[in-house]
């Protein structure tokens, strides 16, 4: 495909990890503990384990998966909210495929569509506007989820249904912000992380200046990166460099896509629409602040927490995940003391379970080959006894 | 002198309204009508003329074919009913051969079991009928046994088709997903994923507009070839739910062997590559339904490929990989960049990616 197969060539992949590896030699961290740079985002995570990165690196260097996958972090009461909106009778519930399967509570969206409400995948919010508009008598809610990257879209779905007086849609909205999420990892006093790998779709939006912060304030460099391969490989070098030179800066290794100032439109559409909460509930992560949206109040009828009475009960992680651990680096996926014996991709305990972009999902499902005896569930086993 | 006359020749009644409703499914009239205009028609030449409740074989005929019986059931339930390449009812016909092509066997006949929602079009079942009929006669098998059942609205989706195979296994034969050994080879006969996104095409939600046709088809020609060419193959099964992923890793468990696949020689057609890519899918998870995985010693490896190009249902034929000594039931393959990752097998059904 073109456009897609230069950005995974096998012999520019060679040159780049010479490159990398050189590089790794020479810094000096890494003569007594592995470099630890986190991918932020989901898309990456799935990037890394899709084209086997970890085996192709050198040990020096450990990726740290990060919190970038909105399906994971997904509180279990807001699932059950979601289903207790799914369950009501005029209520046709649209939704992303790979949120089907995240555990609330007592049930995920698939078993509650088992057992008899009207769920459906769609592969856009503009999709549940269609059912609205061809099912007057029934209420389509979409259920709003992911990162700045599909935030304009539920946006601007809102006002088409503003604008085409649609009365029957409104979306239950669970955005997240990425920036005061990646500012709490870096606040946390157990820190590991020597560099970032920014997220390339976010930053389509945002732009790059929202992350400034990270280079002034905590002195770590960044590179918003591509999805494909090549693009995380040279950023993962991008990021060396830095630390090799002393620096901490916020580089735009994806700029065929990312526009420094971020997409205006898009930043307007979402403005008009949403406003920050004061926090939101993660899972693993626990409450941070400002790092959620809402429906603003112009547009209270768009808004299914308005619209339906939602339980709204906060239900705390279980006690066994260590989720948070994971998430900020401290421990890999497969030092968890449940992974793969209590929480498996078919019983997901915890967050980064449940999609296939959640890290421990990745480890179990696609291993890192230089790890995978580790990764085994069975092995697992012997690692915690 | 009291003479009785011969009875009247069979004559086969017939259905003239458009809808089936439970009437055809109670035992009476009615259904007797819906079998023979529907399905008996259909099936004329491959049924027989005088309908018992049981199918009658004759065991030294079986016997002619080989010395085991081979026997295999599956249900076929697919949304929508017709797709670009095929039907509810080639996939029943295809899928139940395969079953049995697939172990050596020489498929030769069928029943035929169908639940009908109530409100489906005589027209549409026809079509159905139809299609199976050409099926079986493309196929060479026949179908000896039926059965139908109508059911109340909501009580099944519009038709699920039951199809039953017994096939002749010729002496010496002894293929087995447990018979691999290191050093073996795997092979795949042609581009995979066509139906698994041929469905999902078809089905309208994306609103992709693609040429992908389903590659339904059956195969126990082309396992004849293959199995003249290579008679040491160690194995043979069809790639269907859970793709050539799945059937991989079942080899590598019950044989306790590693396989190493290679990313840039599994065949795949460019529309189901970019279908997979905007979806967030996996085209070794998609489901076959023309395309079987098949295990050969190394020494065989290149008569087997031979044989399998050679046939039309195996174009883009590739050894995707081989058999190698290491942990037990992994399956492992080198990426397209050089990297290497696990293929494990699939927890429930793939899911799009929300980004």
Redesign the interface.
């Known amino acids: 495909?073109k456009y897609?197969d230069e950005f995974?060539?096998?012999e520019k992949?060679?040159i780049l990890i010479k490159e990398i590896n050189k590089l790794a030699a020479t810094i000096e961290i890494a003569r007594t503990r592995p470099i630890n740079i986190m991918e932020v985002c989901g898309?990456h995570t799935?990037s890394i384990?899709?084209?086997?990165?970890?085996?192709?690196l050198p040990d020096a260097i450990e990726l740290v998966h990060g919190p970038g996958c909105?399906?994971c972090v997904l509180p279990m009461g807001r699932v059950d909210d979601c289903v207790s909106i799914a369950e009501r009778p005029e209520v046709i519930f649209t939704t992303?495929?790979?949120?089907?399967?995240v555990p609330g509570s007592k049930k995920s969206l698939q078993q509650a569509k088992a057992d008899g409400a009207d769920v459906r995948?769609?592969?856009s919010p503009m999709?549940a506007l269609t059912l609205a508009r061809k099912n007057p008598d029934r209420e389509v809610v979409f259920f709003g989820?992911?990162f700045e990257?599909?935030m304009p879209s539920t946006a601007l779905t809102v006002l088409q249904a503003e604008a085409d007086g649609i009365e029957n849609f409104s979306v239950f909205c669970n955005h997240i912000t990425i920036v005061p999420t990646i500012k709490a990892i870096l606040d946390s006093p157990d820190l590991h992380l020597d560099g970032f790998l920014g997220p390339g779709?976010v930053s389509m939006v945002i732009g790059t200046a929202p992350y400034k912060f990270i280079a002034d304030f905590y002195k770590r460099p960044m590179v918003v990166a591509g999805f494909e391969?090549?693009d995380v490989l040279q950023s993962i070098w991008m990021v060396l460099k830095q630390i090799k030179d002393g620096r901490a800066e916020i580089e735009n290794q994806y700029a065929r896509i990312v526009p420094e100032a971020g997409n205006n439109a898009a930043l307007a559409a979402v403005g008009k629409v949403y406003e920050l909460r004061e926090f939101f509930e993660w899972r693993g992560l626990g409450s941070i602040d400002h790092s959620g949206v809402k429906v603003r109040d112009d547009y209270a009828r768009f808004d299914a927490e308005r619209k339906f009475a939602i339980p709204g009960v906060k239900i705390a992680d279980p006690k066994s995940c260590q989720c948070g651990e994971v998430l900020k680096g401290v421990i890999k996926p497969w030092q968890c003391k449940v992974f793969g014996i209590a929480c498996?991709?078919?019983m997901p305990l915890g967050a980064l379970m449940v999609?296939?972009?959640g890290a421990c999902a990745a480890y179990?499902?696609?291993?890192g080959?230089k790890k995978?005896?580790a990764a085994r569930p069975d092995a697992s086993v012997a690692a915690v006894s | 002198m009291n003479v009785r006359p011969p009875p009247p020749k069979r004559v086969l009644g017939g259905v003239f309204i458009p809808t089936v409703t439970l009437a055809h499914g109670g035992g009476g009239k009615a259904m007797k009508d819906l079998i023979d205009d529907v399905f008996i028609s259909a099936f004329a030449g491959a049924a027989p003329e005088v309908l018992e409740d049981q199918a009658r074989f004759d065991l030294t005929m079986l016997a002619t074919h080989g010395d085991r019986l081979a026997f295999t059931t599956d249900s076929f339930v697919v949304d929508p009913l017709f797709f670009p390449g095929g039907d509810i009812g080639k996939l029943a016909v295809y899928g139940t051969v395969n079953d049995l092509a697939v172990g050596g066997a020489k498929p030769l006949y069928l029943s035929c079991a169908v639940v009908i929602e109530e409100g489906m079009q005589v027209e549409t079942l026809r079509r159905i009928a139809l299609s199976m009929a050409e099926a079986v006669r493309e196929a060479g098998v026949s179908i000896v046994t039926g059965d139908t059942k109508v059911v109340q609205r909501g009580a099944c989706d519009k038709i699920f088709i039951t199809t039953t195979g017994i096939g002749v296994i010729r002496p010496g034969l002894e293929l087995g997903i447990d018979h691999v050994k290191p050093g073996d080879a795997i092979l795949v006969n042609g581009l995979l994923g066509d139906h698994g996104a041929a469905i999902l095409c078809a089905r309208g939600d994306m609103e992709l507009e693609t040429s992908i046709e389903s590659d339904c088809a059956a195969l126990h020609g082309l396992i004849e070839v293959l199995l003249a060419a290579a008679p040491g193959t160690r194995c043979i099964r069809d790639a269907t739910r859970g793709g050539v992923a799945t059937v991989l890793n079942e080899i590598a468990d019950a044989s306790g062997v590693s396989i190493e696949i290679d990313e840039a020689l599994t065949p795949l057609r460019e529309e189901v590559r970019g279908f997979c890519e905007i979806l967030g899918l996996d085209p070794l998870y998609l489901a076959n339904e023309g395309k079987i995985v098949v295990v050969v010693p190394p020494e065989e490896s290149a008569a087997a490929l031979a044989a399998l190009s050679g046939h039309a249902l195996g174009q883009g034929s590739s050894i995707i990989g081989h058999a190698v000594r290491g942990e037990a039931g992994r399956v492992t393959m080198q990426t397209v960049f050089g990297g290497r990752r696990i293929v494990d097998m699939l927890v429930g059904e793939q899911l799009p990616r929300i980004c």
Do not use: C, I, N
């Open positions: 495909m897609t995974r060539d096998r992949a060679k898309g799935h384990f899709r084209y086997g990165l970890e085996g192709m909105p399906v992303f495929g790979d949120a089907m399967r995948m769609v592969y999709d989820l992911g990257t599909t779709h391969p090549l498996t991709p078919e999609s296939s972009e179990y499902q696609y291993g080959v995978h005896t």
